[in-house]
């Protein structure tokens, strides 16, 4: 007989230090049948239960290589959909809270991106001859999916260098969505010339580009950004700078151009901590990237004596992945323990398979 399932009513008043409590004791009964993973922005009280931290693709690769049959992935819902094509027919993907979603990876979508292939056909002929189509990973696994089915790849902030190279080898042009910032900064450091790279809105007819510019362009950068690397300013630089001419600068290449341009390091959410954890003892950072992530690196860092600052004026944080809250947690374990399945990750069959051509392509390219 099917387990009913636990409503989550029950939960959403409990009072933090019960959902804690019953956390710990849900945990200890799952032992390894469950995986508990957080990415880095992830509130602290919901991070302390991690088994595995790290980014997105990193923690997906890791619960694939686990033998949990749960792969409870506290993050955002195209981070659970990674690692339900990544990971075993046996393994089942779980997000505590379907409404931790991702801004940036809503501002594209497959309806919107089918469309912007067809205005290119229009203006360029046959889009597969001319331009490789890349996704970030921070992107929903159907438009993963049509970059595999387009001869395309998807890109990670860490390797999107060698995602581009590999893309003009293919083709001419590059589509780069959801994010222009990572596009732009990626084309910026490999010389390309930034009349050459033109923002395509997908809510304007062919892009808001005449077909002499969409012809001239090497890279087409959707309208897209993360809502909290946006925050950061250049002006945030410089009034820093003056105050601490000796720190350093660090900051995500989500940011914009000018913020990239004028930080010391610019790198990733795994390379900005190696960078500063490798840093000298009792130096100072300003670091662009999510509120939790630069609020966690303070802490550990201060017993080395190194400052980290935050590098916008305002709270900044993913207020999407501050959904996943101790009580989401909680009823999610809890009806795992009672054998019930709440918020199951699974995408389609074909999806996935076409999705995973493409991030295999990304995987044996770098």
């Known amino acids: 007989m099917e387990v009913a399932t636990i409503n989550f009513d029950r939960f959403n008043a409990l009072k933090d230090e019960d959902a804690h409590a019953r956390i710990r004791a849900a945990r200890a009964k799952l032992g390894d049948k469950a995986v508990l993973l957080c990415h880095h922005y992830q509130r602290a009280d919901v991070y302390q239960y991690a088994d595995l931290t790290g980014d997105s693709l990193k923690l997906a690769k ?35 809270d379907l409404a931790a979603g991702c801004s940036m990876a809503d501002m594209a979508n497959l309806a919107k991106v089918e469309r912007c292939w067809r205005e290119l056909t229009e203006v360029l002929g046959n889009p597969d001859e001319l331009i490789t189509p890349v996704t970030y990973i921070n992107s929903a696994a159907d438009l ?11 890109c990670t902030s860490t390797n999107a260098p060698t995602i581009l190279d590999w893309s003009f080898k293919q083709r001419e042009k590059v589509l780069f969505f959801p994010d222009q ?8 450091k490999q010389d390309i010339p930034l009349d050459e790279m033109l923002v395509w809105d997908p809510d304007q007819e062919y892009g808001g580009l005449t077909p002499e510019q969409i012809k001239k362009a090497r890279i087409l950068l959707w309208k897209g950004h993360c809502s909290v690397h946006q925050m950061f300013q250049e002006s945030h630089i410089r009034r820093w700078r003056m105050q601490h001419p000796d720190g350093f600068v660090i900051s995500h290449p989500e940011s914009n151009l000018e913020v990239c341009k004028n930080s010391d390091y610019v790198g990733s959410t795994e390379y900005i901590i190696k960078t500063i954890k490798a840093g000298p003892d009792g130096s100072r ?30 709270v900044c944080m993913c207020s999407t992945m501050q959904r996943i809250d101790p009580q989401h947690l909680a009823w999610t374990l809890e009806n795992l323990v009672a054998g019930k399945v709440v918020n199951r990750i699974s995408v389609p069959p074909h999806e996935a398979e ?13």
């Open 144 to 154: 993963k999916a049509f970059c595999g089915e387009h001869g395309g790849i998807v």
């Open 181 to 188: 910032h990572l596009g732009r900064w990626t084309g910026y």
């Open 354 to 366: 076409m999705a995973k051509v493409a991030l295999e392509r990304m995987l044996s390219v770098s």
């Open 285 to 314: 950072w300003l670091v662009g990237t999510e509120l939790n992530l630069v609020n966690r690196l303070a802490e550990e860092e201060k017993a080395r004596g190194t400052i980290v600052e935050f590098m916008a004026p305002t």
């Open 62 to 96: 890791l619960a694939s290589e686990t033998s949990a049959e749960y792969i409870v992935f506290c993050g955002v819902h195209f981070m659970a959909e990674v690692a339900d094509i990544l990971s075993s027919d046996q393994q089942i993907a779980i997000l505590p």
